[in-house]
């Protein structure tokens, strides 16, 4: 059972790169976000979707870009890599009644 | 607008002690609720989660957590705690408008005494 697949695990940027992290699903879920969490703020919201086609920002969207062109696929942009993005960043998908099932997440250090 | 508190950043127990962790939320309905564990370099694991009914909700890992409505509260509790659940705790609500978006406390970090 793959569930929330995330790649890569690692990444180094320096700034002003650009780089696209990966999710991936396979539970068919309608809703798929991300997150990322830095210490002692929790997790906090970036982007989400709820189906292909569709996006929006949620609490922190400033520097990213994301797309869903397909149900399973919900990747995220960074277009020019900033220290302040140094985070770990979750994917999570959802449906209906159910909680958000999270992959096992990405390290970006931005240097 | 929606938020979650945790007010414990760290709590320290002895093995074989209980616990007890707390989280607030500010919500304009009954919300989703949920109890996530996370262990050092690891995503998210649910330990339980809240949607109606009986307000006393059992998890995994002996885990329950307790949904009291008129306090705003969905406090974790485990009446015997193992080495092993040395690790951070978020609490998280659904919005129930939605479903997609869920809103994190900012943890408890949980360090267990041998």
């Known amino acids: 059972n793959a569930g929330v697949t995330q790649t890569p695990k690692f990444q180094v940027l320096k700034t002003g790169q650009s780089m696209t992290l990966q999710c991936a699903q396979d539970?068919?879920?309608?809703?798929m976000s991300w997150y990322r969490q830095d210490p002692g703020m929790g997790l906090r919201l970036i982007h989400y979707?709820?189906?292909?086609?569709?996006?929006d920002q949620g609490e922190v969207p400033n520097g990213y870009n994301v797309s869903r062109s397909t149900t399973e696929d919900f990747p995220l942009r960074l277009l020019s890599a900033a220290p302040s993005q140094t985070s770990v960043y979750f994917c999570?998908?959802?449906?209906?009644?159910?909680?958000?099932?999270f992959g096992q997440g990405t390290r970006l250090t931005v240097v | 607008a929606q938020s979650v508190t945790q007010p414990d950043i760290h709590i320290t127990v002895s093995e074989g002690a209980s616990l007890e962790l707390r989280c607030n939320y500010s919500?304009?309905?009954?919300?989703?609720l949920f109890w996530y564990v996370q262990s050092p370099g690891q995503g998210l694991q649910l330990l339980l989660k809240?949607?109606?009914?009986?307000?006393l909700v059992q998890g995994i890992k002996g885990f329950e957590a307790e949904f009291k409505r008129s306090q705003s509260s969905f406090n974790l509790r485990k009446p015997s705690v193992h080495w092993s659940d040395a690790a951070e705790y978020f609490c998280?609500?659904?919005?129930?408008?939605?479903?997609?978006?869920?809103?994190f406390g900012y943890g408890t970090k949980l360090n267990v005494k041998p």
């Open positions: 809240y949607f109606s009914g009986d307000t």
């Open positions: 919500y304009g309905a009954t919300p989703y």
């Open positions: 998280a609500v659904g919005d129930v408008y939605n479903f997609n978006i869920f809103y």
């Open positions: 979707s709820v189906g292909a086609g569709i996006t």
């Open positions: 539970m068919n879920h309608e809703y």
């Open positions: 999570a998908s959802s449906s209906l009644n159910t909680e958000a099932f």
